[in-house]
């Protein structure tokens, strides 16, 4: 199969992602600092962080909201998307500056 006939049974096509971050209930934690770290696998380079916020009754809220491309493949004979991953792991933060291993990781799938 040539280069050629690859690349035309495919289309790229961009999607605006909005993605909301609003809270992680049941925490089995009293106390301390927890952050999420957001990621997507496939379809760009989007890496970013939370805000590190205290644990009060079980709960981390962070309402926060982060908006970024992703670029998605598709088969030309059918249109159906390739599907497209965003992980977020949590972590929660010892001293000021050391963060333990991840505590939770869940992938996502967009499409």
Partial sequence: ?????????????????D???????SVPFVSGVIFAK???????????????EEIVEHRVCWNSHFEFECKLTATLTTGILDPS???V???????????????????FRFI
């Fill in 38 to 52: 957001l990621r997507l696998l496939n379809g760009g380079n989007f890496r970013k962080v939370s805000d590190r």
């Fill in 19 to 25: 993605l909301h971050l609003e809270e992680l209930s």
């Fill in 89 to 107: 792991s949590v972590r929660r933060v010892i001293i000021k500056y050391q963060t333990l291993p991840t505590y939770s990781n869940h992938e």
């Fill in 1 to 17: 199969m040539s280069l050629s006939v690859w690349k035309s049974s495919k289309k790229q096509i961009k999607f605006l992602v």
């Fill in 85 to 87: 991953y965003c992980r």
